[in-house]
């Protein structure tokens, strides 16, 4: 019992430091899609993509922070990502990010993560709309 309360208490991340961490994965999404665009030897990129880029990004912050040193949460991330894979048809990358978004989002309010999964939520969802307004 000891041992599990000690794991519990290792990962908890400060409110500080959630919102330090995905606002910094934005930044880094948004570095990472533009060098994507620069370097882009096709005739044109795909915006669907470049969006994805930026909100995997995110979403992987935020997933990672739930997951944190859990062995448990890793595999239970597993299995729900390859009954979403397996069952869905997806068509564009952008949907598919939506739903690894919905999924952490969960996993975070399920294990209790609560300002996690409401500023996680926030934040991602305000880069969605802007990446979206600006025409990114």
């Known amino acids: 019992m000891e041992n599990l309360l000690q794991e519990v208490q290792q990962f908890n991340y400060t409110n500080a430091d959630i919102t330090k961490n995905l606002l910094l994965s934005c930044v880094l999404g948004i570095i990472i899609s533009s060098i994507y665009k620069t370097t882009h030897k096709g005739l044109s990129y795909s915006q ?65 993560s609560y300002f996690l999964a409401f500023v996680g939520v926030v934040i991602i969802s305000l880069l969605a709309v802007i990446l979206h307004k600006t025409n990114y």
């Not at 990004?57 to 729900?80: D, E, H, K, P, Q």
């Not at 390859?82 to 975070?108: N, P, Q, Y």
């Open 48 to 112: 669907s993509f470049m969006i994805t880029i930026i909100l995997v990004t995110v979403v992987v912050c935020m997933t990672m922070m739930v997951i944190g040193n859990s062995l448990a949460r890793a595999f239970a991330l597993v299995g729900a990502l390859s009954i979403i894979r397996f069952r869905t048809v997806v068509k564009d990358t952008k949907d598919t990010s939506f739903v690894f978004f919905g999924l952490a989002a969960g996993m975070a309010a399920g294990t209790s």
